[in-house]
């Protein structure tokens, strides 16, 4: 065991490191007194961390639990401003002076609604000035998150300088201008999250980039009311989703709802979004392991939470919260799995983090237990099943995860219970033996410097780089010099490696750039994903209806059908009606996700 010294803001002397699972390590990267209470961690491309610490928890963002009163009131709630009016009213400094969840926080002498701003959520910044790898210092990056209606600091995001934190009601984009380490410069790029009061942890969180350059995130079933910045009415005030924006907070929408508390999700190699649910702590239902598809309804409605014992409770009587039962509705997309115990960080090998042994494998946090578990996915239909899965951490309470341009794997250690107990660390996984090997400090090295410099033909070589961010970064680089006839060279060449075309078509579909030659080319072809993803092409760029999506309804491939349905619907092509109504008829429910896509 190593001696750790702690001085004012300093941390000496070796990492603490343990053994994990097949030749992987952890070691500390920071503790108390560095941080507290921390919920999230990002690592940006330069290295620097960054974690969010929450103190309002339970405090001033409050439990419903603990106000059951409240309830029917709360789920009348179907916006912020609702709410806020309600905290005003119920907690004008008369009732409620003794209650136990509620204190004189600002010490004015009295409980009311004054309290619930006297605590602030933060963003930390981390410095590791002898590059050992332990943090040696941190300061707040960013504090006066504390309306009334503020949640918790539940999810960060950093990338080249621009950090991202989800603290309902709002998502923040904050920067260092000024190169003081703090947020000079905050705008909020999105508005109108937490309606109701909730269970406490039902927030924002799982900032991330998607396939098609724009931030995605998740909201527990405290629920959503946004107005965009075109004007546009988003409305999901009684269920978890998961939203997207472009990086500026232009074309907001919800993608998908019906989740209940899914904390953090990510993208395979092909695009596609999986995340584990959390269970609403009923008799004979789990965890739920989900594969999120855009326009799904997975189900939850947060009321079902406060049925009593012996009213009809549709979450458990109708199936919803299992793979499959009698009496399910065909409105929803129900889980692919019952797994896991207390979901909360979930995170995607990039393709060179960790060892070979990790490639394409998901990564979750199970917060009460203590434990990282892995596993793979493999298709099944039109969608997936779990394989490989078993546990890789045992030991801290990790709650959100993500990889580092290093290759490691970063958890936040709230290492002291559900209680707020100012305590915490960050840990990192690794493979010590590979963590030097010449891909991985090529990542770190194309991440840092990033694609602004580099030639139109390297990029295009990138497009078939073994790791998912540099490949994402050449795309959305090639996409915005509008680097069309390299994308589609790329896209037509059938000597292309398949991951490449992908990220050729998804660079086109930035654009919103279509070409019919190329896409019947791919949707004739052998390859089965490359006919699936040009449907996906089409229905997200083609200026019109495309004749052969109807034909590929009838492909043998269920991946193929569903997403040559999807684009049918996105390009409302009503002359295929009769043909989606025949391969929903033909499916006759057997595989659900393709029954979605047809709905």
Request: glycine share 10%; hydrophobic share 40%.
């Amino acid at each position: 065991r190593h001696l750790i010294l702690f001085l004012p803001g300093i941390a000496l002397s070796a990492p603490e490191t343990f053994p994990a699972a097949n030749g992987l390590t952890r070691t500390l990267v920071a503790k108390e007194p560095l941080l507290k209470n921390p919920v999230s961690v990002t690592v940006d491309v330069d290295g620097t961390v960054y974690v969010t610490e929450t103190a309002r928890r339970k405090a001033a963002d409050l439990d419903i639990r603990e106000f059951t009163q409240w309830i029917t009131d709360d789920l009348s709630h179907t916006s912020v401003e609702q709410k806020q009016a309600f905290f005003r009213k119920e907690l004008d400094g008369k009732k409620y002076q003794d209650h136990a969840s509620l204190k004189d926080h600002n010490k004015d002498g009295v409980v009311d609604v004054k309290d619930l701003t006297a605590i602030s959520e933060k963003i930390i910044r981390f410095t590791d000035k002898d590059g050992d790898g332990l943090m040696d210092s941190s300061e707040t990056f960013a504090e006066g998150f504390n309306t009334e209606v503020t949640g918790i600091a539940a999810g960060v995001f950093a990338w080249r300088g621009d950090v991202y934190s989800t603290i309902a009601p709002d998502v923040w984009k904050l920067r260092d201008t000024d190169g003081d380490g703090k947020a000079d410069k905050r705008e909020s790029i999105a508005h109108g999250f937490g309606l109701h009061i909730a269970y406490a942890g039902h927030d924002m969180h799982g900032l991330t980039w998607g396939p098609d350059g724009k931030l995605y995130w998740s909201i527990g079933d405290k629920g959503t009311n946004v107005t965009s910045k075109e004007g546009k009415v988003w409305s999901a005030p009684h269920e978890g989703a998961v939203l997207r924006c472009n990086p500026d907070g232009t074309e907001f929408e919800i993608y998908a709802r019906g989740l209940r508390n899914c904390q953090e999700f990510a993208f395979d190699d092909y695009g596609n979004m999986f995340g584990v649910d959390n269970d609403a702590d009923m008799k004979g239902e789990r965890e739920r392991f989900v594969y999120i598809t855009e326009g799904s309804d997975t189900g939850w409605r947060c009321y079902y939470q406060y049925r009593k014992s012996g009213e009809y409770q549709p979450w458990l009587a109708e199936s919803i919260s299992i793979p499959g039962g009698p009496f399910q509705p065909a409105y929803i997309t129900p889980p692919l799995a019952s797994y896991g115990d207390g979901p909360a960080g979930f995170a995607y090998n990039p393709g060179t983090a960790l060892s070979d042994r990790y490639k394409g494998s998901f990564f979750t946090s199970e917060f009460p237990k203590g434990e990282i578990q892995a596993f793979k996915v493999e298709e099944n239909g039109a969608s997936f099943r779990m394989t490989d899965a078993h546990t890789v951490v045992k030991g801290p309470m990790i709650i959100g995860i993500n990889f580092g341009p290093d290759g490691a794997l970063y958890g936040a250690d709230w290492a002291g219970g559900y209680p707020l107990k100012e305590k915490g660390a960050v840990w990192k996984l690794d493979d010590t033996t590979v963590k030097d090997s010449p891909v991985r400090r090529e990542v770190a090295a194309f991440l840092k410097a990033g694609p602004t410099d580099v030639s139109t033909p390297d990029l295009v070589t990138r497009l078939s780089h073994a790791d998912q961010r540099v490949r994402l970064d050449a795309q959305w680089e090639l996409a915005k010099r509008k680097a069309l006839l390299e994308l589609k060279a790329v896209a037509s060449n059938p000597d292309s490696p398949r991951i490449a075309v992908v990220h050729a078509l998804w660079g086109l579909a930035q654009t919103r750039t279509f070409d019919a030659a190329i896409f019947t080319l791919l949707a004739e072809g052998k390859d089965a994903e490359l006919r699936a993803q040009a449907a996906k092409w089409a229905g997200e760029s083609a200026p019109e209806a495309q004749p052969l999506l109807a034909t590929l309804l009838k492909d043998p491939s269920s991946r193929v059908r569903a997403y040559a349905a999807n684009a049918i619907g996105k390009l409302g092509m009503e002359g295929a009606l009769d043909a989606v109504v025949a391969m929903v008829a033909e499916n006759d429910g057997r595989d659900v996700y393709l029954r979605q896509a047809g709905v």
